[in-house]
């Protein structure tokens, strides 16, 4: 028989704990999200797959705020995060920084997320859009490679959040593995 696990069986880590340990070389880079709920939900999903930190980039909202804390259920006390007011500039850091930038967008000549392969010690910064627009062109033409979720429904695109958290998975099953 399966039993639905305890919560003290989870085995999880207490907000220090988790701020102490590594996290994989993988930055979640947010380019103007409205949703104060898609920007919670990105910090709970960053903390369940041990992302270095999160960059909030232009119109994207910043914590502290009851809206984001309402998805984030606490994670965004536990995920590291920083604000530029352009993402342009955020790139340009991680460029520096030596990331390698992935966008996640619909673009021509695309890559197939489930087609590229994660390299073990890379560093990766994964660029994600806004619900309408998605990431702007300017920072699509300054990428490595832009990443896309094959779909076949009769919608064009999935939600941010859970978009971010496809590809955030991606990136965490290659890189766990070292």
Known sequence: MMEKKKIWELGRLSKHE??????????????????LNNIGSLFRTCDAFLVEKIILCGISACPPSPE????????????????YTSTTEAIGDLRSAGYELCVLEQVKNSCLLQDFSVKPFNRYAVIIGNEIDGVQQSVVDKS???????????????????????????????LKQL
């Open 68 to 83: 984001i804390h309402k998805t984030a259920l606490g994670a965004e006390e536990s995920v590291k995060w920083e604000y």
């Open 144 to 174: 490595d490679v832009c990443l896309e979720i094959p779909q076949y429904g009769t919608k064009h695109s999935l939600n941010v959040s859970v978009s971010a958290a496809i590809a955030l998975w991606h990136f965490f099953i290659g």
């Open 18 to 35: 988790y701020r102490e340990i590594d996290k994989l070389p993988l930055v979640l880079v947010v380019d103007n999200v409205r949703s």
